[in-house]
């Protein structure tokens, strides 16, 4: 009986896993829709070809919920909304400023992470000077490491003057870009000093 018992129990709690991951997936699709909407009502268009904006929204969507076990976002989100006079000119423009929004983050998250450093005595504050520093003069540095970044959104509209206006969204794995962002800095700092590059490593 207790057997049973616990079959049935489990039976219920998978059950019930399922049907928040499909009310989950569910808002999803309605949020999606309901700013495909509204874009499309701003002029908002895909090139042919391309998937639908509810479907390429619900993968924005879906990324920015993502959570890894401590329940922190696991991915780093990019937008921009470059002007160009041609549409290629423009969405290389636009993937560019989207890689700068992401580095933005990384800087924001590094600098952080090195003020938690300091209270922990991990650094000592002139070292933690410098690599916030060497932080805040590297967006260039660390947004061109970002390479093959995913494009979750792409759609453009026709401005009355005949510019074309995009809308881009790019996601990267967070744990890979912060990885990337290191990387990029430490090679900057050993550059100064052998020690402030050491130093990197006790920033977690």
Do not use: H
Not at 18 to 24: C, L, R
Not at 97 to 119: F, G, M, P
Not at 186 to 193: K, W
């Amino acid at each position: 009986m207790k057997k049973i018992l616990s079959i049935a129990l489990v039976s219920v709690f998978l059950f019930a896993q399922n049907s928040f991951a499909i009310v989950d997936m569910k808002q999803v699709k309605k949020d999606a829709k309901k700013e495909a909407k509204t874009l499309k009502k701003e002029g908002w268009v895909t090139s042919p070809g391309a998937l639908p904006i509810e479907r390429q929204l619900e993968d924005c969507y879906v990324k920015e919920l993502e959570k890894d076990d401590m329940g922190f976002s696991q991915y780093f989100m990019g937008n921009s909304k470059p002007v160009g006079q041609n549409y290629d000119a423009a969405k290389l423009q636009g993937q560019t400023l989207a890689r700068l929004d992401i580095a933005s983050k990384i800087q924001n998250e590094i600098t952080a992470l090195i003020t938690n450093s300091v209270a922990n005595k991990q650094l000592e504050n002139d070292q933690a000077a410098s690599i916030t520093q060497t932080v805040m003069k590297s967006k260039e540095l660390i947004s061109g490491k970002l390479a093959m970044t995913a494009v979750l959104l792409e759609c453009y509209r026709k401005l009355p003057n005949g510019n074309y206006e995009l809308m881009i969204r790019i996601a990267y794995p967070k744990a890979k870009a912060m990885e990337l962002a290191r990387q990029a800095l430490r090679e900057q700092l050993e550059q100064e000093s052998d020690e402030l590059a050491r130093a990197l490593d006790n920033v977690k």
